[in-house]
């Protein structure tokens, strides 16, 4: 039998009914600043788990890796990504790729918040966080060295 259909509204401020609110991970399990994350789906029928993450003015998501892709699409605000070895602007309704395995990290801009949906697969890793070989590689390049929040 089939998973009965349901629509939850999203408010004007990013929260969507019977969604709650969650700490992005827990305080000092990795660097970051300012960021909450709203599971949308998981399960329900599909592989993939749909998550809404909300970076703060100025905030930053960990620097990390994992063995599957992202999905990301920018919702709300401005700000930037790091994915790989190249530091990109974002805006709304961008969309970002982020292969296996390579480093990323989002950042908002000083004006305001960043919100972008997130897809990945249901069934995942956990993240890597970086090695001081690792950062050290990554902070070759200036470009990266300046973006990079540890």
């Given amino acids: 039998m089939n998973a009965p259909s349901r629509v939850r509204k999203a408010s004007a401020d990013f929260r969507w009914d019977e969604v709650e609110l969650l700490a992005y991970k827990p305080e000092g399990s990795a660097p970051f600043r300012d960021i909450t994350r709203q599971v949308l789906f998981t399960g329900e029928g599909l592989a993939c788990e749909l998550r809404y993450f909300e970076i703060g003015a100025g905030g930053h998501s960990t620097l990390e890796r994992h063995e599957h892709a992202h999905a990301v699409m920018v919702l709300r605000g401005r700000g930037a990504c790091l994915v790989g070895d190249a530091v990109r602007a974002l805006a709304e309704r961008d969309l970002v ?36 070989a690792d950062l050290a590689a990554l902070r070759r390049d200036p470009k990266l060295a300046a973006f990079i929040r540890v």
Avoid: Y
């Fill in 97 to 132: 790729t982020i292969p296996a395995f390579a480093w990323h990290q989002f950042r908002a801009s000083e004006g305001g918040p960043l919100g972008f949906l997130c897809m990945v697969n249901a069934e995942r890793d956990r993240p890597q966080l970086p090695t001081e």
